[in-house]
Each structure stands twice: as structure tokens, then as C-alpha cells.
């Protein structure tokens, strides 16, 4: 690494670096930027504003790829990157608090609309101006740069036309289809535009930190799922602790419980052991891509689905108002309810298939189950509706643990050795050095 910018106090990742509890940190705020994106998502149960919320979910997970991509070739934590982790932060928390006004600028404040826009560029500018740095000296290198640089550039300029323009559009209807027009072009730019001019900048040097940083992400989503369970507007109130939220809570956990098993038993595991067994540069940053980039984002929404299903689901039993198992779910939260988790499940299909090419069954089957148990679940309490999804989700459990076995015994034998010799390696040099 000759570049003259590694010499202005930033470091060179490496390839066997993991996540630092500076990242940690920072990923802080975007739990509160996914609680957002189910706040934004409930206001109005309409599949507008569904489509609103999976596009500033794309969008927000577009900046913390960038964020990810950053620490995997660089020690975020080493030199001046962190005044940049902290203004990305700041910017990011900024674009959390807009997020309810993204597309409708309310009265009596800062313009939403601009507001995101503007935050949305700054957490992009932020990383990319490091890039920058680096790729000073290689003309080849700051030419792709210059490149990248005008992507965010114009994704932002839609952003901002869509702010501006609907309010001069006669018709709710032709305002609304303008603007979701423009936010998806913004987010086709990046997406598309951004993969196939980066180039180089999808290297991946470090497949352990790619790989767990981004099942953080998925850990901090379900996270998301349990808070939406358990915080509700009326719980400050005190409504009391009955059976049926005792049931309801039970449940809710249970399916949070396999979401977790779904992907963290096996799948993560052999996710990153193909991720290290890929050598070749380009072969490798083509598998994070597809696995990581594009297929973690419905995993991710998934799970904002579900947890959207959740919300106030116990407030709601708990209510002396309410029937006691609670009203009926109806068509559009059993769509995001078993969506969402249909959705994360065929999801964690695809990222099997791409990386390690094994079909898994039982989650199909499990998705189609969901799929007939739909209708039933639309008319039955809210806690019915959680009940029938439980007993899906644990037959998935059931039958993919019994249907794995050898396969799962060697993926999960493989990592504990990774894990133990890493520990034997960190002993002996604290013994040497500490």
C-alpha cells in the first residue's frame, strides 16, 4: 500500500480484523433508525406507505453498507476515522429523526423532505471522501472515484426534486406516483449504477468482519422485533398483566426465537466460511454482493415486517376495551405479519443457494404453510394469528435440525475450531506481550 493517504493516520484493514466497538457503537444509532422505519411504516396501514418505508429502508441500508465496506478496508477506529464515524453518526441519527417526514413536509418545522435528502448526501459525501484519500495518487483509481462521488450526488438531486415538486402537482394521486418514481430511481441509481461503476471499492479484504457485521445488523433487527413487542403508547398507563399477554408476549418471543435459530444456527456459519474459502478478489467481493448486500436487505425487512406486525399487539390484549385474545388480525397485518417472516425465510434461502448451493426445504414449506394458514390467521384474534405462526415456525425448527445433520454437525465443528484456535493464538500472545 503505497498511497500517501495510509500515511495521514489511516490504517490498512487486514484479512483477518473483526469488528471494532467502534462500529459497534455507531451501529447504535441505527437501531433507533430501524425503530424509525416501523414508526414511518405504521402511521397509515396502506401499501403506499409500506412501499414508503422499504424505501428509506433501502436507502438507509445503502449508507450503512457504505459504513461496513469503509471499516473491512480500513481500521475505523485508528487515526482521524473516527471524527468521520462520528459525523456519519450524526448524520445518520439526523436522517432517523426525519424519517417520519421524509415524504410529507409537516407544518411547523424543518422541511422533511430536504432535511433527509440532506443528511442522506452527508452520510454518503462522509464515506466516500475517504476513498478519496486513498485514491489519491492513482489516477486510474480517481478517476473510478470521481465516478462513484456523482452517484450519491445525483440520488440526492432526486430526492430533493421529489421534495419539491408534488406540491405543485394537481392530484394526490399524480403527486404520490411522481414521488415514489423519483425515490426508487434514487435508490435503482445506487444500487445498480453503484456496483458497476465501484469496481475495485467492492473488495473485500477481511471475510470475518464482512460476514459479522452484517449479522449484527440482522441481530440488532431482531432486536428491533422485541422492542415493537414489548414498548407501546398505552404501557405507561399501566394496563394490567393478564394471561393473554403473558400468552401473546410468550409467542411473540418464540418466533423472534427461530427468526434467530433460522440464521444464526447454521446459515451464518457456512455463510462465512464460503466467504473465506472464495480467494480470488473478484470472485469474492462478487459473493459478498449477492449474500451480503443485496440478500441481507429483504432479511433485514422481514424482520421490520414482523416487528410492524407486533406493534402494540400487547397493548391492544392488554386493553380491558378489546376482546380478550384480542381483535382480528385482518388481510393487511396478516400480510405483514406472515410476510414478513416469509419474506426473511425465503431470503435465508437464497443466501444458502448462492453461496454454499444447497436448497433448503423446510423453510419453503414452511413459507407456503404461511401462505395457506393466511386466510385463517386474517379472521382469528391477534394472538390466534400468533399462535398459528408459532406452530409453523417450530415445526421449521423440528424439521430442519433433524434434516441437516451431518452437514449441520460439520459447519457448526468447523467453527468452534476456528473459534478455539483464535482463542489459543490471543492466549499465548497476551502471555508473550501482556
Known amino acids: 500500500m503505497g498511497n500517501p493517504g495510509w500515511s495521514r493516520g489511516v490504517r490498512p484493514g487486514a484479512p483477518g480484523s473483526r469488528t471494532t466497538r467502534l462500529e459497534l457503537f455507531y451501529d447504535l444509532v441505527f437501531v433507533f433508525a430501524f425503530f424509525n422505519v416501523t414508526a414511518l411504516t405504521s402511521q397509515e396501514p396502506t401499501g403506499s406507505n409500506l412501499l414508503h418505508g422499504l ?40 436522517l432517523a429523526l426525519s424519517m417520519p417526514g421524509a415524504f410529507v413536509d409537516e407544518p411547523g418545522g424543518l422541511n422533511g423532505p430536504l432535511v433527509f435528502a440532506g443528511c442522506y448526501f452527508l452520510v454518503r459525501a462522509s464515506q466516500l471522501a475517504v476513498f478519496g484519500v486513498l485514491a489519491r495518487g492513482d489516477p486510474t483509481r480517481w478517476r473510478q472515484w470521481i465516478r462513484l462521488a456523482l452517484l450519491p450526488v445525483a440520488a440526492t438531486g432526486l430526492l430533493v426534486v421529489s421534495a419539491l415538486l408534488p406540491g405543485r402537482l394537481v392530484g394526490d394521486g399524480a403527486a404520490t406516483a411522481l414521488q415514489l418514481t423519483l425515490w426508487t430511481m434514487a435508490l435503482l441509481l445506487e444500487y445498480v449504477a453503484g456496483v458497476r461503476v465501484g469496481g475495485a471499492y467492492w473488495a473485500v479484504l477481511s471475510a470475518g468482519h464482512w460476514a459479522e457485521r452484517h449479522a449484527l445488523m440482522v441481530l440488532i433487527a431482531l432486536g428491533e422485533s ?121 431470503s435465508l434461502v437464497a443466501c444458502g443457494l448462492r453461496a454454499v448451493r444447497v436448497l433448503r426445504w423446510p423453510p419453503v414449506v414452511a413459507v407456503l404453510a404461511l401462505g395457506a394458514l393466511a386466510p385463517v390467521g386474517a379472521r382469528v384474534s391477534e394472538v390466534g394469528a400468533l399462535g398459528l405462526l408459532v406452530l409453523v415456525c417450530v415445526a421449521l425448527v423440528v424439521a430442519e435440525t433433524r434434516g441437516q445433520g451431518r452437514r449441520r454437525h460439520r459447519v457448526r465443528q468447523l467453527a468452534l475450531a476456528e473459534q478455539e484456535a483464535a482463542e489459543a493464538e490471543q492466549s499465548r500472545w497476551r502471555h508473550e506481550h501482556l
Open 55 to 94: 424505501l428509506v429502508l433501502g436507502l438507509l441500508w445503502w449508507c450503512w453498507t457504505g459504513f461496513a465496506g469503509l471499516g473491512n478496508a480500513v481500521r475505523a477506529d485508528q487515526g482521524w476515522l473516527p471524527m468521520v464515524g462520528f459525523l456519519t453518526g450524526t448524520a445518520t441519527f439526523l
Open 226 to 346: 422485541i422492542i415493537a413487542l414489548g414498548v407501546g403508547p398505552k404501557f405507561v398507563t399501566g394496563l394490567p398483566l393478564t394471561w393473554p399477554v403473558v400468552i401473546a408476549a410468550v409467542l411473540g418471543i418464540a418466533v423472534a426465537s427461530v427468526l434467530w435459530w433460522a440464521y444464526f444456527d447454521t446459515l451464518a456459519l457456512a455463510l462465512e466460511q464460503a466467504l473465506h474459502r472464495c480467494r480470488d478478489p473478484a470472485s469474492r467481493a462478487r459473493l459478498a454482493r449477492d449474500v451480503y448486500t443485496y440478500l441481507h436487505l429483504p432479511i433485514v425487512a422481514g424482520v421490520i415486517f414482523f416487528a410492524l406486525g407486533l406493534k402494540d399487539l400487547l397493548v391492544e390484549v392488554a386493553d380491558p376495551d378489546t376482546p380478550r385474545w384480542g381483535e382480528s388480525l385482518g388481510g393487511y397485518w396478516v400480510l405483514v405479519l406472515y410476510g414478513g417472516v416469509g419474506l426473511y425465510l425465503l
